[in-house]
Nanobody, 116 residues
Framework: VQLQAYGGGLVQAGGSLRLSCTAS????????MAWWRQAPGNQREFVAR???????TYADSVKGRFTISRDDAKNTVFLQMNSLKPEDTGVYYC???????????WGQGTQVTVYS
């Protein structure tokens, strides 16, 4: 399974970005889809996840500002990020768990930089 993420960039604080990530190379549908991020010098941290039933979970730091969604027909997960803060800066990784698999697959990451 290969994951390709898009949508990172440079944005002023208070602005918005929309990330997307598409899985290819597998006939299996995707169970859990998620986003993680890693800021410079920090450990990778959980951002959001969504189940096939579209139940969502968010890190406290992004609740009310970020929205995760999915398009199962395209094996794609989205992350709408609003009211961005400088502390949201980092590399954002999509993660997917194919149905019937115990292996998570990670994308290559996309850089998000928020300046004040």
């Amino acid at each position: 399974v290969q994951l390709q993420a898009y949508g990172g960039g440079l944005v002023q604080a208070g602005g918005s970005l929309r990330l997307s990530c598409t899985a290819s190379g597998s006939a299996a549908s995707i169970d859990i889809m998620a986003w993680w991020r890693q800021a410079p010098g920090n450990q990778r941290e959980f951002v959001a996840r969504i189940t096939p039933g579209e139940n969502t979970t968010y890190a406290d730091s992004v609740k009310g500002r970020f929205t995760i969604s999915r398009d199962d027909a395209k094996n794609t997960v989205f992350l709408q990020m609003n009211s961005l803060k400088p502390e949201d800066t980092g590399v954002y990784y999509c993660v997917m768990l194919p149905r019937g698999s115990s292996n998570n697959y990670w994308g290559q990451g996309t850089q998000v930089t928020v300046y004040s």
